[in-house]
């Protein structure tokens, strides 16, 4: 009577540092019987490496020791899902770009428009000043940046009083149209500081009037209440002087700001290069405004576009949550598994 052959003994084997049987069968085999993918792991044999090709074709052998390795985080996937649509609102109009570049400090309107371009802003502020009534003809700002295009924000820059603002802001309605506007009321012309009381007092008149201002401001979280009941469509903290390329000086006032305002905050003023920028946007700001960073840059072009970059990068580590601060190290890799 026939009788069915024995099955061939267990293998004994050191796999990852630990004893264990094995049935007879290539390093493929063995891979899989331990529902892993051969195509995802690395393996060594007695000390050699066994290329990823070849696992089918290696049989295990009596005493063999193996390390079997794959790739666990830190590192993961990268998706390639499009991001999802991060548009900010302001008085009901919503823009994707957060970054607002002034037009001021440039060599001529060409590089000017130039930068805007690089930057992706579709917000600029504009200055209201007089008609070069001895040169009307010349250039002005709307032959290269074109105000149905890109959204113009006129500014009060060097308005002392909140009449003298309001006035600007009058005019520039009336020139052009404009409701959205940026109100500024400066108290000195050394520290270009706002003057808050006068600011505050601008802001009631404005909104009064109809006009929807996004107001700079001290990084004051009780005065930015204060204006955004007056009306203020968005509160505008300075980062430091107007200028100054200092960086945000105090972040602590800001993220206050941006934790009780119930209207966008942009951090306007102070801003000197990209990483500032970024900090401003993973402080929680809804936006950036500068000018001097840009225009005063060896490579205004060149900046410009870093400033977007930032820009994008500050908000996306503020949506991703940052890590915890931690007082001593933590391993990144676990270290259970060594080889």
């Not at 026939?2 to 293998?11: D, I, V």
């Not at 020791?65 to 900010?88: K, N, R, Y």
């Not at 001529?108 to 930068?115: E, K, S, V, Y």
Request: glycine content about 8%.
């Amino acid at each position: 009577m026939a009788t069915n052959p024995a099955p061939a003994a267990s293998l004994s084997i050191t796999l990852n540092g630990e004893p264990r049987r094995a049935a007879p069968g290539s390093i493929a085999d063995l891979v899989r019987s331990l529902e892993l993918d051969p195509a995802k792991v690395a393996v060594e044999r007695n000390g050699d490496i066994v290329p990823r090709s070849t696992l089918a074709e290696v049989a295990i052998a009596e005493g063999d020791a193996l390390e079997i390795v794959h790739f666990v985080g830190g590192g993961q996937d990268e998706s390639t899902a499009p991001a999802p649509d991060d548009s900010w609102t302001v008085a009901g109009r919503t823009f994707r770009s957060r970054l607002i570049v002034g037009t001021g400090k440039y060599k001529d309107f060409t590089q000017n428009a130039a930068a805007l371009a690089a930057s992706g802003a579709e917000i600029v502020t504009v200055a209201v000043r007089r008609v070069n009534v001895s040169d009307p003809k010349a250039p002005i700002l709307t032959d290269y940046i074109d105000p149905k295009k890109v959204t113009y924000l006129p500014n009060t820059a060097g308005c002392f009083t909140a009449e003298d603002a309001i006035r600007t802001l009058r005019l520039a309605r009336e020139a052009g149209g404009w409701d959205l506007v940026k109100l500024e009321v400066l108290g000195e012309a050394r520290t270009l500081y706002p003057d808050m009381r006068e600011t505050l007092r601008a802001t009631e008149v404005l909104a009064r009037e109809g006009f929807l201002p996004m107001v700079y401001c001290a990084d004051d979280p009780i005065a930015s209440r204060q204006l955004e009941e007056a009306g203020a469509v968005a509160i505008m903290p300075l980062g430091a002087p107007i200028g100054s390329g200092l960086g945000i000086q105090n972040k602590v006032m800001i993220r206050m700001i941006v934790e009780g305002a119930k209207v966008p905050v942009l951090v306007d003023a102070g801003v000197g290069t990209a990483s500032e920028a970024a900090v401003a946007m993973e402080l929680g700001c809804d936006g950036v405004l500068m000018n001097t960073a840009i225009a005063e840059a060896k490579d205004p072009i060149r900046m410009a576009r870093a400033m977007k970059l930032a820009v994008e990068a500050g908000r996306d580590a503020y949506l991703a949550g940052r890590m915890p601060t931690r007082r001593y190290a933590d391993p990144s890799s676990p270290l259970a598994g060594l080889i």
